[in-house]
Protein backbone atom coordinates (compact mmCIF):
# COMPACT_ATOMS: atom_id res chain seq x y z
CA UNK A 1 0.00 0.00 0.00
CA UNK A 2 2.91 2.26 1.26
CA UNK A 3 4.31 1.71 -2.90
CA UNK A 4 0.83 2.61 -4.20
CA UNK A 5 0.77 5.67 -2.95
CA UNK A 6 3.90 6.90 -3.32
CA UNK A 7 3.44 5.55 -6.98
CA UNK A 8 0.74 8.60 -6.77
CA UNK A 9 2.37 11.26 -5.02
CA UNK A 10 5.70 10.76 -7.47
CA UNK A 11 3.36 10.99 -10.90
CA UNK A 12 0.46 12.95 -9.54
CA UNK A 13 1.05 15.72 -12.34
CA UNK A 14 1.09 13.06 -14.90
CA UNK A 15 -2.01 11.09 -13.51
CA UNK A 16 -3.92 13.98 -13.49
CA UNK A 17 -2.78 15.18 -16.99
CA UNK A 18 -3.38 11.65 -18.58
CA UNK A 19 -7.00 11.87 -16.71
CA UNK A 20 -8.01 14.81 -17.88
CA UNK A 21 -7.11 14.39 -21.64
CA UNK A 22 -9.39 11.05 -21.16
CA UNK A 23 -12.25 12.83 -19.91
CA UNK A 24 -11.90 15.91 -22.49
CA UNK A 25 -11.72 13.02 -25.19
CA UNK A 26 -14.78 10.86 -24.51
CA UNK A 27 -16.36 14.33 -23.92
CA UNK A 28 -15.09 15.28 -27.55
CA UNK A 29 -16.03 11.91 -29.15
CA UNK A 30 -19.55 11.95 -27.69
CA UNK A 31 -19.63 15.37 -28.88
CA UNK A 32 -18.93 14.60 -32.64
CA UNK A 33 -21.39 11.93 -32.41
CA UNK A 34 -24.04 12.88 -30.81
CA UNK A 35 -25.13 17.16 -31.82
CA UNK A 36 -26.38 16.98 -35.24
CA UNK A 37 -25.80 20.77 -35.43
CA UNK A 38 -22.28 21.10 -36.91
CA UNK A 39 -21.47 24.16 -34.94
CA UNK A 40 -22.70 22.89 -31.78
CA UNK A 41 -20.18 19.93 -32.31
CA UNK A 42 -17.65 22.54 -33.23
CA UNK A 43 -18.10 24.67 -30.21
CA UNK A 44 -18.41 21.90 -27.79
CA UNK A 45 -14.92 20.12 -29.04
CA UNK A 46 -13.49 23.72 -28.94
CA UNK A 47 -14.64 24.33 -25.48
CA UNK A 48 -13.61 20.68 -24.30
CA UNK A 49 -10.23 20.97 -26.09
CA UNK A 50 -9.64 24.45 -24.92
CA UNK A 51 -10.40 23.26 -21.16
CA UNK A 52 -10.09 20.07 -20.84
CA UNK A 53 -11.72 19.17 -17.08
CA UNK A 54 -14.09 22.25 -17.13
CA UNK A 55 -14.96 21.97 -20.78
CA UNK A 56 -15.58 18.23 -19.98
CA UNK A 57 -17.58 18.73 -16.77
CA UNK A 58 -19.60 21.87 -18.32
CA UNK A 59 -19.98 19.81 -21.32
CA UNK A 60 -21.82 16.46 -19.62
CA UNK A 61 -23.83 19.15 -17.36
CA UNK A 62 -25.30 21.14 -19.84
CA UNK A 63 -24.35 19.62 -23.21
CA UNK A 64 -26.03 16.46 -23.43
CA UNK A 65 -29.77 15.76 -24.19
CA UNK A 66 -30.99 13.30 -22.02
CA UNK A 67 -34.56 13.45 -22.58
CA UNK A 68 -36.49 10.46 -23.90
CA UNK A 69 -40.34 11.15 -23.77
CA UNK A 70 -41.08 8.36 -26.31
CA UNK A 71 -43.02 6.12 -23.85
CA UNK A 72 -44.55 8.80 -22.52
CA UNK A 73 -45.93 10.16 -26.01
CA UNK A 74 -47.49 6.54 -26.72
CA UNK A 75 -50.24 7.15 -24.25
CA UNK A 76 -51.25 10.41 -25.26
CA UNK A 77 -51.00 9.41 -28.84
CA UNK A 78 -53.31 6.53 -27.83
CA UNK A 79 -55.88 8.98 -26.61
CA UNK A 80 -55.99 11.03 -29.85
CA UNK A 81 -56.25 8.76 -31.38
CA UNK A 82 -59.22 6.96 -29.49
CA UNK A 83 -60.57 10.62 -29.44
CA UNK A 84 -60.52 11.27 -33.32
CA UNK A 85 -62.09 7.93 -33.86
CA UNK A 86 -64.79 8.90 -31.86
CA UNK A 87 -65.80 12.31 -32.21
CA UNK A 88 -63.89 14.23 -34.77
CA UNK A 89 -62.54 14.02 -38.14
CA UNK A 90 -58.99 15.19 -39.91
CA UNK A 91 -60.14 18.70 -42.11
CA UNK A 92 -59.66 18.07 -45.86
CA UNK A 93 -60.59 21.06 -47.89
CA UNK A 94 -57.72 23.11 -46.91
CA UNK A 95 -57.59 25.25 -50.32
CA UNK A 96 -60.48 26.24 -50.16
CA UNK A 97 -60.36 27.11 -46.43
CA UNK A 98 -56.88 29.27 -46.77
CA UNK A 99 -55.58 28.41 -50.66
CA UNK A 100 -54.84 25.71 -52.26
CA UNK A 101 -51.05 26.68 -51.72
CA UNK A 102 -51.61 25.39 -48.51
CA UNK A 103 -52.41 21.96 -48.90
CA UNK A 104 -48.64 21.10 -49.68
CA UNK A 105 -47.62 22.67 -46.23
CA UNK A 106 -50.44 20.92 -44.20
CA UNK A 107 -48.40 17.43 -45.87
CA UNK A 108 -45.49 19.18 -44.51
CA UNK A 109 -47.15 19.73 -41.20
CA UNK A 110 -48.43 15.84 -41.35
CA UNK A 111 -45.41 14.54 -41.04
CA UNK A 112 -44.08 16.75 -38.45
CA UNK A 113 -46.99 17.10 -36.18
CA UNK A 114 -48.51 14.07 -34.44
CA UNK A 115 -51.62 16.20 -34.15
CA UNK A 116 -53.91 16.37 -36.92
CA UNK A 117 -56.16 19.27 -38.65
CA UNK A 118 -59.60 19.52 -37.13
CA UNK A 119 -62.05 22.38 -38.16
CA UNK A 120 -64.75 23.96 -36.10
CA UNK A 121 -62.39 25.42 -33.95
CA UNK A 122 -62.85 29.27 -32.33
CA UNK A 123 -59.97 31.16 -31.98
CA UNK A 124 -59.91 34.84 -30.23
CA UNK A 125 -56.84 37.26 -29.94
CA UNK A 126 -56.70 38.77 -26.58
CA UNK A 127 -54.76 41.60 -27.20
CA UNK A 128 -52.43 42.49 -24.11
CA UNK A 129 -52.83 41.80 -20.48
CA UNK A 130 -55.76 44.06 -19.55
CA UNK A 131 -58.20 41.64 -22.51
CA UNK A 132 -56.15 38.34 -21.73
CA UNK A 133 -55.74 37.84 -17.64
CA UNK A 134 -59.82 39.38 -17.27
CA UNK A 135 -60.59 36.19 -19.81
CA UNK A 136 -58.53 34.16 -17.91
CA UNK A 137 -59.65 34.81 -13.94
CA UNK A 138 -63.71 34.64 -15.59
CA UNK A 139 -62.83 31.65 -17.08
CA UNK A 140 -61.49 30.18 -14.30
CA UNK A 141 -64.33 31.73 -11.88
CA UNK A 142 -66.99 29.63 -14.20
CA UNK A 143 -65.04 26.32 -14.09
CA UNK A 144 -67.33 23.39 -12.74
CA UNK A 145 -64.87 20.39 -12.74
CA UNK A 146 -61.17 20.67 -13.88
CA UNK A 147 -58.73 23.08 -14.32
CA UNK A 148 -55.13 22.88 -15.82
CA UNK A 149 -52.81 25.58 -15.83
CA UNK A 150 -49.14 25.74 -17.15
CA UNK A 151 -46.92 29.02 -17.11
CA UNK A 152 -43.26 29.42 -18.14
CA UNK A 153 -43.21 32.24 -15.31
CA UNK A 154 -46.13 32.94 -13.08
CA UNK A 155 -44.94 36.04 -11.03
CA UNK A 156 -45.93 36.54 -6.97
CA UNK A 157 -47.46 40.17 -8.12
CA UNK A 158 -50.39 41.57 -8.29
CA UNK A 159 -51.93 39.92 -11.29
CA UNK A 160 -50.31 36.26 -10.16
CA UNK A 161 -51.54 36.86 -6.73
CA UNK A 162 -55.50 37.52 -8.46
CA UNK A 163 -55.09 34.72 -10.76
CA UNK A 164 -53.71 32.34 -7.73
CA UNK A 165 -56.93 33.54 -5.83
CA UNK A 166 -59.25 32.39 -8.64
CA UNK A 167 -57.47 28.77 -8.57
CA UNK A 168 -57.87 28.88 -5.11
CA UNK A 169 -61.55 29.71 -5.08
CA UNK A 170 -62.41 27.00 -7.55
CA UNK A 171 -60.63 24.54 -5.63
CA UNK A 172 -62.73 25.75 -2.73
CA UNK A 173 -65.98 24.70 -5.00
CA UNK A 174 -64.41 21.15 -5.29
CA UNK A 175 -63.20 21.79 -8.87
CA UNK A 176 -59.75 19.76 -9.75
CA UNK A 177 -56.72 22.44 -9.92
CA UNK A 178 -53.76 21.40 -11.42
CA UNK A 179 -51.10 23.78 -12.19
CA UNK A 180 -47.13 23.32 -13.41
CA UNK A 181 -44.66 26.06 -13.55
CA UNK A 182 -41.25 25.72 -15.05
CA UNK A 183 -38.51 25.99 -12.32
CA UNK A 184 -36.42 28.73 -13.55
CA UNK A 185 -39.60 30.78 -14.38
CA UNK A 186 -40.88 30.36 -10.99
CA UNK A 187 -38.20 31.73 -9.70
CA UNK A 188 -39.02 35.30 -10.92
CA UNK A 189 -40.35 36.09 -8.00
CA UNK A 190 -39.39 36.10 -4.59
CA UNK A 191 -40.90 34.20 -2.57
CA UNK A 192 -42.66 31.75 -5.28
CA UNK A 193 -46.38 32.07 -6.45
CA UNK A 194 -46.06 28.32 -5.38
CA UNK A 195 -46.39 29.38 -1.86
CA UNK A 196 -49.84 30.78 -2.25
CA UNK A 197 -51.21 27.41 -2.73
CA UNK A 198 -49.88 25.21 0.35
CA UNK A 199 -52.57 23.72 1.95
CA UNK A 200 -55.07 24.59 -0.52
CA UNK A 201 -56.00 21.13 -2.35
CA UNK A 202 -54.54 22.25 -5.73
CA UNK A 203 -51.74 20.04 -7.16
CA UNK A 204 -48.46 22.47 -8.38
CA UNK A 205 -45.49 20.72 -10.02
CA UNK A 206 -42.13 22.50 -11.23
CA UNK A 207 -40.81 21.08 -14.11
CA UNK A 208 -37.25 20.68 -14.13
CA UNK A 209 -36.46 21.34 -10.31
CA UNK A 210 -33.24 19.76 -9.96
CA UNK A 211 -31.53 22.15 -12.73
CA UNK A 212 -28.28 22.06 -10.21
CA UNK A 213 -28.18 17.71 -9.97
CA UNK A 214 -26.82 14.75 -12.44
CA UNK A 215 -31.01 13.79 -12.06
CA UNK A 216 -31.79 16.39 -14.12
CA UNK A 217 -32.60 15.23 -17.95
CA UNK A 218 -30.84 18.65 -19.04
CA UNK A 219 -30.18 21.74 -17.16
CA UNK A 220 -30.73 24.03 -20.17
CA UNK A 221 -33.74 22.91 -21.39
CA UNK A 222 -37.15 24.85 -20.15
CA UNK A 223 -40.92 24.08 -20.26
CA UNK A 224 -42.17 27.76 -22.40
CA UNK A 225 -45.42 26.70 -22.43
CA UNK A 226 -48.49 28.73 -21.82
CA UNK A 227 -52.17 27.01 -20.80
CA UNK A 228 -54.92 27.39 -19.31
CA UNK A 229 -57.72 24.32 -19.76
CA UNK A 230 -61.14 25.27 -18.22
CA UNK A 231 -63.31 21.60 -18.14
CA UNK A 232 -61.84 20.65 -20.99
CA UNK A 233 -64.18 22.70 -23.41
CA UNK A 234 -62.21 26.42 -23.18
CA UNK A 235 -58.17 27.06 -23.26
CA UNK A 236 -55.91 29.94 -23.15
CA UNK A 237 -52.87 29.77 -25.04
CA UNK A 238 -50.05 31.68 -26.73
CA UNK A 239 -46.68 33.65 -25.27
CA UNK A 240 -47.64 35.23 -22.37
CA UNK A 241 -46.91 34.47 -19.29
CA UNK A 242 -48.28 35.91 -15.93
CA UNK A 243 -46.90 39.01 -15.06
CA UNK A 244 -48.43 42.61 -14.09
CA UNK A 245 -46.40 44.29 -16.50
CA UNK A 246 -48.73 43.70 -19.28
CA UNK A 247 -51.25 45.51 -17.80
CA UNK A 248 -52.13 49.52 -17.48
CA UNK A 249 -52.96 49.51 -14.20
CA UNK A 250 -49.87 48.43 -12.70
CA UNK A 251 -47.80 49.92 -15.57
CA UNK A 252 -49.77 53.50 -15.68
CA UNK A 253 -51.30 53.24 -19.16
CA UNK A 254 -47.82 51.65 -20.98
CA UNK A 255 -47.78 48.16 -19.86
CA UNK A 256 -46.13 45.90 -22.10
CA UNK A 257 -47.41 44.45 -25.23
CA UNK A 258 -48.47 40.81 -26.12
CA UNK A 259 -51.37 38.57 -27.73
CA UNK A 260 -53.13 35.54 -26.14
CA UNK A 261 -55.78 33.58 -27.47
CA UNK A 262 -59.19 32.27 -26.28
CA UNK A 263 -59.92 28.82 -28.15
CA UNK A 264 -63.03 26.63 -28.31
CA UNK A 265 -63.53 23.73 -30.11
CA UNK A 266 -61.49 20.36 -31.11
CA UNK A 267 -58.23 22.30 -30.65
CA UNK A 268 -58.80 22.29 -26.54
CA UNK A 269 -58.50 18.79 -26.55
CA UNK A 270 -55.66 18.57 -28.38
CA UNK A 271 -53.60 21.36 -25.61
CA UNK A 272 -55.07 19.21 -23.12
CA UNK A 273 -53.11 16.13 -24.78
CA UNK A 274 -50.18 18.75 -24.49
CA UNK A 275 -50.94 19.38 -20.75
CA UNK A 276 -51.11 15.52 -19.89
CA UNK A 277 -47.87 15.01 -21.62
CA UNK A 278 -45.92 17.31 -19.49
CA UNK A 279 -47.87 16.74 -16.25
CA UNK A 280 -46.93 12.83 -17.03
CA UNK A 281 -43.62 13.55 -17.74
CA UNK A 282 -43.31 15.89 -14.79
CA UNK A 283 -45.05 13.81 -12.02
CA UNK A 284 -45.05 10.47 -13.65
CA UNK A 285 -49.46 10.70 -12.90
CA UNK A 286 -50.95 9.86 -16.09
CA UNK A 287 -54.24 11.34 -16.70
CA UNK A 288 -57.36 10.03 -18.51
CA UNK A 289 -60.06 12.76 -20.71
CA UNK A 290 -62.95 11.53 -19.23
CA UNK A 291 -61.65 12.67 -16.18
CA UNK A 292 -60.94 16.42 -17.25
CA UNK A 293 -63.75 16.96 -19.89
CA UNK A 294 -67.09 18.23 -18.75
CA UNK A 295 -70.62 17.73 -20.55
CA UNK A 296 -69.31 18.70 -24.31
CA UNK A 297 -70.59 22.25 -25.95
CA UNK A 298 -71.71 22.80 -29.54
CA UNK A 299 -68.89 22.61 -31.70
CA UNK A 300 -68.28 26.39 -32.77
CA UNK A 301 -70.15 27.34 -36.03
CA UNK A 302 -66.70 27.76 -38.21
CA UNK A 303 -64.56 26.73 -40.75
CA UNK A 304 -61.18 27.63 -39.13
CA UNK A 305 -58.99 25.23 -39.06
CA UNK A 306 -56.17 24.36 -36.60
CA UNK A 307 -53.39 21.57 -34.81
CA UNK A 308 -51.34 22.42 -31.91
CA UNK A 309 -47.24 22.43 -33.17
CA UNK A 310 -44.93 21.09 -30.07
CA UNK A 311 -41.74 21.40 -30.00
CA UNK A 312 -38.46 20.20 -27.73
CA UNK A 313 -35.88 18.31 -27.53
CA UNK A 314 -37.23 14.90 -26.99
CA UNK A 315 -39.03 13.24 -30.05
CA UNK A 316 -40.31 16.99 -31.59
CA UNK A 317 -37.10 18.49 -31.73
CA UNK A 318 -36.97 21.22 -34.83
CA UNK A 319 -40.43 20.45 -35.98
CA UNK A 320 -41.58 23.75 -36.07
CA UNK A 321 -37.78 25.23 -36.89
CA UNK A 322 -38.84 22.49 -40.11
CA UNK A 323 -42.97 24.10 -40.57
CA UNK A 324 -41.34 27.78 -40.73
CA UNK A 325 -39.03 26.78 -43.51
CA UNK A 326 -41.72 24.82 -45.04
CA UNK A 327 -44.24 28.08 -44.34
CA UNK A 328 -41.97 30.66 -46.05
CA UNK A 329 -41.38 28.04 -49.42
CA UNK A 330 -45.25 28.23 -50.40
CA UNK A 331 -45.58 31.94 -49.69
CA UNK A 332 -46.73 33.39 -52.81
CA UNK A 333 -47.34 37.38 -51.44
CA UNK A 334 -46.55 38.14 -48.18
CA UNK A 335 -44.38 37.02 -45.19
CA UNK A 336 -45.21 38.75 -41.92
CA UNK A 337 -42.89 37.98 -38.94
CA UNK A 338 -43.60 39.72 -35.37
CA UNK A 339 -41.23 38.38 -32.83
CA UNK A 340 -39.48 39.99 -29.63
CA UNK A 341 -36.42 37.84 -30.34
CA UNK A 342 -35.59 37.58 -33.65
CA UNK A 343 -32.34 35.17 -34.10
CA UNK A 344 -33.22 32.92 -36.84
CA UNK A 345 -30.36 30.21 -37.27
CA UNK A 346 -28.65 30.20 -41.07
CA UNK A 347 -31.51 27.65 -42.22
CA UNK A 348 -34.29 30.09 -41.47
CA UNK A 349 -32.54 33.22 -43.00
CA UNK A 350 -32.18 31.23 -46.35
CA UNK A 351 -35.89 30.62 -45.85
CA UNK A 352 -36.62 34.15 -45.99
CA UNK A 353 -34.02 35.74 -47.90
CA UNK A 354 -34.82 33.31 -50.60
CA UNK A 355 -38.83 34.24 -50.40
CA UNK A 356 -37.63 37.86 -50.54
CA UNK A 357 -35.75 36.94 -53.90
CA UNK A 358 -38.51 35.48 -55.44
CA UNK A 359 -40.38 38.46 -54.91
CA UNK A 360 -42.32 37.66 -51.88
CA UNK A 361 -42.65 40.84 -49.58
CA UNK A 362 -41.39 40.14 -46.28
CA UNK A 363 -41.76 41.91 -43.23
CA UNK A 364 -40.28 41.57 -39.50
CA UNK A 365 -41.35 43.38 -36.82
CA UNK A 366 -38.76 43.16 -33.84
CA UNK A 367 -39.13 45.51 -30.57
CA UNK A 368 -37.46 48.77 -30.26
CA UNK A 369 -37.22 48.25 -27.18
CA UNK A 370 -35.66 44.83 -25.57
CA UNK A 371 -36.22 43.51 -22.18
CA UNK A 372 -33.15 41.51 -23.19
CA UNK A 373 -29.85 43.83 -23.57
CA UNK A 374 -27.75 40.70 -25.03
CA UNK A 375 -30.85 39.50 -27.29
CA UNK A 376 -30.94 43.30 -28.96
CA UNK A 377 -27.59 43.67 -29.47
CA UNK A 378 -26.88 40.02 -31.33
CA UNK A 379 -30.38 40.98 -33.04
CA UNK A 380 -28.77 44.30 -34.46
CA UNK A 381 -25.58 42.39 -35.61
CA UNK A 382 -27.73 40.05 -37.77
CA UNK A 383 -30.11 41.99 -39.45
CA UNK A 384 -28.13 42.88 -42.30
CA UNK A 385 -28.08 39.26 -43.66
CA UNK A 386 -32.31 39.90 -44.05
CA UNK A 387 -31.58 43.41 -45.26
CA UNK A 388 -29.51 42.38 -48.53
CA UNK A 389 -31.42 39.93 -50.22
CA UNK A 390 -34.48 42.80 -49.68
CA UNK A 391 -36.56 41.61 -46.45
CA UNK A 392 -38.35 44.94 -44.41
CA UNK A 393 -37.50 44.73 -40.94
CA UNK A 394 -39.01 47.58 -38.41
CA UNK A 395 -38.74 48.16 -34.70
CA UNK A 396 -41.65 48.97 -33.17
CA UNK A 397 -42.33 52.09 -30.87
CA UNK A 398 -43.73 52.20 -27.40
CA UNK A 399 -43.16 49.28 -24.60
CA UNK A 400 -41.80 46.67 -25.41
CA UNK A 401 -43.51 43.91 -27.62
CA UNK A 402 -43.73 40.42 -26.74
CA UNK A 403 -46.21 38.97 -29.55
CA UNK A 404 -45.31 35.99 -30.89
CA UNK A 405 -46.59 35.85 -34.86
CA UNK A 406 -46.13 34.66 -38.29
CA UNK A 407 -48.74 34.99 -41.56
CA UNK A 408 -48.50 33.52 -44.86
CA UNK A 409 -50.34 35.18 -47.55
CA UNK A 410 -53.45 36.10 -45.55
CA UNK A 411 -53.98 32.32 -45.41
CA UNK A 412 -52.12 30.87 -42.70
CA UNK A 413 -50.90 31.70 -39.35
CA UNK A 414 -48.58 30.41 -36.97
CA UNK A 415 -48.90 31.85 -33.19
CA UNK A 416 -47.82 30.47 -29.73
CA UNK A 417 -45.07 30.48 -27.17
CA UNK A 418 -41.95 30.42 -29.73
CA UNK A 419 -39.54 33.00 -30.43
CA UNK A 420 -37.62 32.93 -33.68
CA UNK A 421 -34.03 31.97 -31.93
CA UNK A 422 -31.84 28.71 -30.84
CA UNK A 423 -33.54 28.78 -27.85
CA UNK A 424 -37.48 28.15 -28.60
CA UNK A 425 -36.42 26.43 -31.88
CA UNK A 426 -34.20 24.24 -30.37
CA UNK A 427 -33.61 24.22 -26.94
CA UNK A 428 -37.13 24.48 -24.97
CA UNK A 429 -40.18 22.89 -24.79
CA UNK A 430 -43.01 24.87 -26.78
CA UNK A 431 -46.36 24.74 -28.11
CA UNK A 432 -47.87 26.68 -30.99
CA UNK A 433 -50.95 26.90 -33.23
CA UNK A 434 -51.21 26.13 -36.67
CA UNK A 435 -54.31 28.12 -37.83
CA UNK A 436 -55.39 27.63 -41.88
CA UNK A 437 -58.23 30.36 -41.54
CA UNK A 438 -58.30 33.72 -44.28
CA UNK A 439 -59.94 35.68 -41.80
CA UNK A 440 -57.86 34.50 -38.88
CA UNK A 441 -55.07 35.28 -40.80
CA UNK A 442 -55.97 38.16 -42.56
CA UNK A 443 -56.89 39.81 -38.87
CA UNK A 444 -53.51 38.76 -37.48
CA UNK A 445 -51.83 40.10 -40.46
CA UNK A 446 -53.92 43.68 -39.67
CA UNK A 447 -52.41 43.81 -36.55
CA UNK A 448 -49.00 43.17 -37.60
CA UNK A 449 -49.05 45.96 -40.33
CA UNK A 450 -50.81 47.98 -37.48
CA UNK A 451 -47.71 47.97 -35.36
CA UNK A 452 -45.87 48.38 -38.42
CA UNK A 453 -47.32 51.82 -39.52
CA UNK A 454 -46.28 53.26 -35.98
CA UNK A 455 -42.59 51.73 -36.04
CA UNK A 456 -39.60 52.67 -37.49
CA UNK A 457 -37.82 50.96 -40.43
CA UNK A 458 -34.55 49.64 -40.33
CA UNK A 459 -32.17 49.84 -43.46
CA UNK A 460 -28.48 48.96 -43.91
CA UNK A 461 -28.21 53.26 -43.66
CA UNK A 462 -29.13 52.67 -40.01
CA UNK A 463 -26.68 49.73 -39.41
CA UNK A 464 -23.91 51.79 -40.59
CA UNK A 465 -24.81 54.65 -38.78
CA UNK A 466 -23.97 52.88 -35.73
CA UNK A 467 -20.22 53.33 -34.09
CA UNK A 468 -17.73 50.91 -34.36
CA UNK A 469 -17.39 49.79 -31.16
CA UNK A 470 -21.14 49.04 -30.86
CA UNK A 471 -21.14 47.21 -34.46
CA UNK A 472 -17.97 45.52 -32.48
CA UNK A 473 -19.86 44.73 -29.23
CA UNK A 474 -23.02 43.43 -31.23
CA UNK A 475 -21.03 41.44 -33.12
CA UNK A 476 -19.32 39.39 -29.99
CA UNK A 477 -22.58 38.85 -28.35
CA UNK A 478 -23.81 37.47 -31.75
CA UNK A 479 -20.99 35.00 -31.45
CA UNK A 480 -23.27 33.12 -28.70
CA UNK A 481 -26.47 33.53 -30.03
CA UNK A 482 -27.51 30.12 -30.08
CA UNK A 483 -26.72 29.82 -26.29
CA UNK A 484 -28.85 33.42 -25.86
Given at each position: MTAFWAFLLEYQTHLIFGSGLLIGLLAAIHAAMTKRDVRAAIAWVGVVILSPFFGAFLYFLVGINRINRSRRLQHNEYLLQDHLNGK??????????????FESLKKAGNKLSRFPIWS????TPLLGGDEA????????DSATKTIAMQSYI??????GKRIAQALVRARQRGVTVKVLIDAIGAKYSRPSITTLFKNTGIDVALFEAHFFSFKMPYSNLRCHRKILLIDGQLAFSGGMNIRE???????QGTPMKDVHFQIRGPLVFQLLLVFFHDWSFTTHEKLMPANWISTPEPLPQSNTAARCITSGPDNDITSTHRLIQAACAVAQKHIRIQSPYFLPDQVLLGALNTAARRGIRVDILIPGKNNLYLVNCAMMAQLNQVLDSGCHVWRSNGPFDHSKLFTIDEGWALVGSSNWDARSLRLNFEVDIEVYDRTFSTRISQHIDGEIEKAVPVT?????????????????????????
Open positions: YRETGNIADISGPQNNSIYAAMIAAIFDNDVIGFTSEISRDTLKSISFLKQLRNKIIWLASPYL
